[in-house]
């Protein structure tokens, strides 16, 4: 029999070992069965910062192996669009259910992708297609493979074993904020992709949708081209899966012209800011903070009209090159495994609304696109990101020298006025906010971080709208999921998407067969 014992709390600087130790102590000798299920850190008091488990056990031998999933035999065709976290685990669960599904990516794969991106980041050399939006992994695979989630969905734990199952770190299981990390993360795509392929799936990387025919107002075959020239083709499917990410502006304007409903959708833009490791660690945890792994933050400020918050935090992490279009700067945050790196970063956000943008569909995706050219601009025209020290920041001046931070955004930065960048009503929101947080966080508002500009790729600027079916609403067997379809937000909740949106397919060809 399988008890549980919540609670356990384990001094910092201790683990596992002195976890299991004290399991064993509580049952009275050696376990045959012992498994984490919740690990979190209490830090509300920083005299008595602790971790809190909660633990599954036994004195016998026990096994909580699930049963495999029901398959479907002779399944037909299911392409899925796009390979970031939505379209992957919709990739996983389809072969778990008897599919070969055929995933077609724009982008290349994690290996083309490292080597577009380092050419990017130390070169400035831009490919539009490959790059830190677009192939294997989506954006996530560039943003340390944060795995919490305010959903409370019930496909988030199959989200995390899945990753778990194809080589992540077996801890996401329990922590209470997992992430698995951007170095990490790329061996986990590569044993996804073996998987897919060994049940008999099929990859066409490079290979962008540029269309679709129908008849009777049901999608049958999908368009592509070759990005690189090379031949295009047509695929005849039962079902397309459009998990094309929140970046994928060409793809909506197409679909736009097809017919296929859209809305617009609220978004936020902001920027990166970057503190010492160090200071967050210590604002966090006092003299505590050596014992304990680089320690994170989330922040919320309603001291201006406008609502401004931090997202994708990455402790001991780095800023980070995202455009997806020549002409646009574009900053994203990521972290190894280990976050063991000099500066800490967030996206610090304001929230905007079709008021500040206009109320056309592509209004918002004009706008986002107007601001990373800006950026582009103020950067010097090469990439580099405009760069500002809050303290300059706040007061309206040029930085002329960093303080203690200094940045870490590859393709190099150049000091501009952000204001300059930003619309005036988010830098007026930075300006109050910042302060504001600084009384949760002492030290957040230092004079030192430094601002790197734009983050504007937080969401998608349109909703593909689907039915309660998941198809959308004027297309059917077109399943609009993930980011890029308005319907989720984060690694979690898209791949998330992905899983349910393979079950509804499953259930309606089982329905039909």
């Known amino acids: 029999m399988i008890s549980r014992l919540d609670n356990v709390k384990i001094a910092a600087g201790k683990g596992e070992k002195e976890l299991y130790e004290l399991v064993c102590k509580k049952a009275g000798g050696k376990l045959g069965y012992f498994k984490i299920i919740k690990k979190s850190l209490d830090a509300r008091d920083k005299r008595n910062i602790h971790w809190l488990y909660s633990v599954a056990f036994s004195r016998n031998e026990e096994s909580d192996v699930k049963p495999p999933l029901e398959k479907l035999e002779n399944a037909p065709r299911v392409c899925i669009i796009g390979s970031g976290p939505a379209g992957l685990c919709c990739a996983v669960r389809l072969c778990e259910r008897g599919y070969a599904p055929v995933i077609l990516e724009r982008g290349g794969s994690v290996e083309e992708r490292e080597r577009a991106t380092d050419a990017f980041f130390t070169e400035r050399r831009l490919d539009e297609n490959c790059n830190v939006q677009f192939g294997e992994g989506g954006a996530g695979t560039f943003s340390d493979g944060k795995l919490n989630t305010q959903t409370k969905d019930g496909y988030n734990r199959d ?29 986990v795509l590569k044993n996804i992709r073996a998987y897919i392929e060994g049940c008999g799936g099929r990859f066409l990387f490079n290979k962008k949708f540029i269309g679709f025919t129908q008849r009777g107002g049901e999608l049958r075959t999908v368009i592509y081209e070759d990005v690189n020239g090379g031949e295009g083709g047509e695929l005849e499917v039962s079902a397309a899966v459009l998990a094309v990410g929140h970046s994928a502006r060409d793809t909506f304007e197409m679909l736009d012209r097809s017919g296929i409903y859209m809305q617009p959708r609220d978004f936020a833009v902001g920027v990166r800011v970057e503190h010492l490791a160090e200071s967050i660690s210590f604002a966090q945890y006092g003299d505590s903070y050596r014992l304990l792994p680089a320690a994170d933050y989330k922040l919320v400020s309603h001291a201006h009209e406008r609502t401004v918050f931090t997202f994708c935090m990455c402790p001991g992490g780095v800023v980070i090159p995202a455009a997806s279009e020549m002409g646009g700067v574009v ?86 006025p952000l204001s300059e960048v930003l619309p005036q009503v988010a830098a007026d929101a930075l300006k109050v906010a910042v302060p504001d947080m600084a009384g949760r966080l002492k030290g957040f508002d230092s004079a030192d971080a430094l601002f790197t500009g734009v983050e504007s790729r937080f969401s998608s600027p349109v909703r593909i709208v689907r039915g309660e079916d998941r198809q959308s609403v004027t297309l059917k067997n077109l399943y609009p999921c993930g980011e890029g379809s308005g319907y989720s937000g984060g690694i979690t909740s898209s791949a998330a998407d992905g899983i349910k949106t393979a079950e509804f397919i499953y259930e309606l060809h089982k329905s039909q067969a």
Not at 159 to 178: C, D, H, Q, S, T
Not at 389 to 405: H, K, L
């Open 159 to 187: 989200v995390l074993e899945i990753f778990a199952r194809f080589g992540a770190p077996e801890e996401i299981l329990y922590l209470n904020k997992p992430h698995i990390g951007s170095d990490r993360l790329k061996g």
């Open 331 to 416: 900053v994203n945050g990521m972290s190894n495994f280990a976050r063991d790196g000099v500066n800490s970063n967030s996206a610090l956000m304001v929230q905007l609304s079709r008021a500040d943008f206009g109320e056309g569909l592509f209004d918002g995706m004009n706008f986002q696109r107007k601001i990373e050219r800006l950026a582009y601009e103020a950067g010097g025209r090469t990439y580099r990101a405009p760069c500002q020290r809050f303290g300059d920041f706040v007061r309206d001046r040029a930085s002329q020298n960093f303080g203690q931070v200094l940045p870490t955004y590859a393709a190099g930065v150049t000091f501009a």
